[in-house]
């Protein structure tokens, strides 16, 4: 039971965490030729260098 109910809390926080990023994204290339895409990409790159930067991307046996 609380696997499936960790699996409900990942799907809603993913949920919660996406749609601004992607009304975001919309937002900042709206009227111009690029695509919210893009934006995604950047975000998530800039946001996997963080995570190995600051080693919280890292598994626990390395840190």
């Not at 009304?23 to 190995?52: N, T």
């Amino acid at each position: 039971m609380t696997d499936a109910l960790a699996f409900l809390n990942q799907f809603w926080l993913t949920l919660l965490l996406l749609i601004p990023v992607v009304l975001v994204a919309r937002a900042v290339v709206a009227g111009s030729r690029y695509s919210p895409i893009l934006i995604i990409v950047v975000f998530g790159l800039s946001l996997g260098a963080l995570l190995v930067a600051t080693r919280a991307g890292a598994p626990r046996s390395l840190r």
